[in-house]
């Protein structure tokens, strides 16, 4: 129970990377509200569920009464959800483009913005984003632009909450092993050579998994005391230049 009394907010805790972190921060001690779009797979999940839309800001306010008054202040924010497709630059319609920008985007900075002054003097605001931001991936094109707006937030963010020292850094996973790979609506051929696509350009030549993320964001949030408006790669080296 390395960090009995903390609190917590995971957003996108119920499925993948998400609910990793949840169960790694409560097997630590760690009391946690999680979101998602319904509560119905958070059960298992020994945290309080809260039925959460991040695109729509009136539910983005009642998280914020609900967190405010359970919990009164938290010790870290995680800002994890996200949405993404494989599609085509050349196939991408507007309802694509909008629905991305505003989950990842728009869902990110007001659930930042809102819930920044509940995070105690000292606290930590950890977002994640992707490797996609970096290498340039057909068919994650809108994908990568929302995550690259969320890394120029946690830069800006960084900035106005350091006189709180609050730290605000990124946490940027490449290909990890999650049931949909983190995109949607793809068939499973489809999705099967994504993952094999995976394997073969990264450096370390296997998945991440999601426990691996976890840790990240665990050493990003309570161990990284000094560090602040940084990006910590969780992708086997597949951004960083490294000859596979």
Not at 162 to 167: D, E, L, M, S, Y
Not at 199 to 214: C, F, N, Q, Y
Not at 229 to 235: I, N, R, Y
């Amino acid at each position: 129970m390395k960090y009995l009394g903390k609190k917590a907010v995971v957003t996108g805790g119920t499925h993948g990377m998400g609910r990793a972190t949840v169960e790694m921060l409560v097997d630590n001690g760690v009391e946690v509200v999680l979101t998602g779009r319904t509560t119905k797979q958070a059960e298992g999940l020994k945290a309080h569920a809260f039925a959460s839309d991040a695109t729509n800001l009136n539910d983005i306010a009642d998280l914020r009464t609900e967190v405010a008054q359970r919990f009164q202040d938290i010790d870290l924010l995680f800002v994890n959800v996200g949405f993404s497709t494989l599609t085509p630059f050349d196939e991408a319609t507007e309802a694509d483009y909008d629905r991305t920008f505003d989950v990842n985007t728009k869902g990110a900075f007001f659930t930042a913005q809102h819930l920044a002054p509940l995070v105690k003097d000292g606290g930590s605001i950890v977002f994640t984003t992707s490797v996609a931001t970096v290498l340039g991936s057909p068919g994650l094109s809108v994908y990568a632009g929302a995550k690259a707006a969320v890394r120029a937030f946690a830069r800006g963010l960084a900035a106005e909450l350091a006189p709180r020292n609050v730290r605000v850094n990124v946490v940027s996973p490449g290909f990890i092993d999650t049931p949909s790979m983190g995109v949607t609506g793809v068939p499973e051929e489809v999705l099967q050579q994504f993952k094999e696509e995976g394997d073969r350009i990264t450096p370390l030549k296997r998945h991440g998994s999601m426990d691996e993320v976890a840790s990240a964001v665990l050493f990003l949030a309570f161990e990284a005391t000094f560090t602040t408006g940084a990006e910590l790669a969780v992708d086997g080296g597949l951004g960083q230049g490294i000859s596979a």
